[in-house]
């Protein structure tokens, strides 16, 4: 996946941001040269902060939801989805009874299976009701 690959990029950089601080030189007795210690910990607090909120936004930019599309259909088990792109039936989870089959629609949510092998979408949200399904 993408995000184990920024997760260990930022991982390494994060790293060698902490080995860069054992390279600072040590001052005799001419005075203190560069940063003092709490700006270098300042800046590598800084740097982690940047790293973790910049992984964050990576990781959820490319984490999206699953999302079906298709008519809504009721049986005895309750109300199923025919998707149009992989042209599997689901059984929809999390749905309010208010929804009504022979509708057209555009869900997100997640697919799992169900303690008997069946496909089902637990629904998160309606993303678009297209109206009555054609024939």
């Known amino acids: 996946m993408a995000w184990r690959a920024v997760l260990r990029t930022f991982t390494a950089m994060a790293l060698c941001l902490v080995l860069a601080l054992q390279a600072f030189p040590q001052t005799g007795g001419f005075g203190n040269i560069g940063p003092s210690k709490g700006e270098v910990v300042g800046i590598i607090a800084g740097a982690a902060v940047g790293i973790v909120v910049a992984g964050y936004l990576i990781y959820r930019g490319t984490h999206k939801r699953a999302s079906i599309q298709g008519c809504v259909s009721s049986d005895q088990n309750g109300l199923r989805l025919s998707n149009e792109k992989d042209k599997k039936t689901y059984v929809l989870a999390g749905v309010s009874g208010t929804r009504q089959s022979g509708r057209r629609v ?30």
């Open 106 to 135: 555009s869900l997100s949510g997640r697919k799992t299976k169900d303690s008997v092998g069946r496909l089902t979408f637990q629904v998160q949200k309606l993303a678009k009701d297209y109206g009555a399904c054609q024939p």
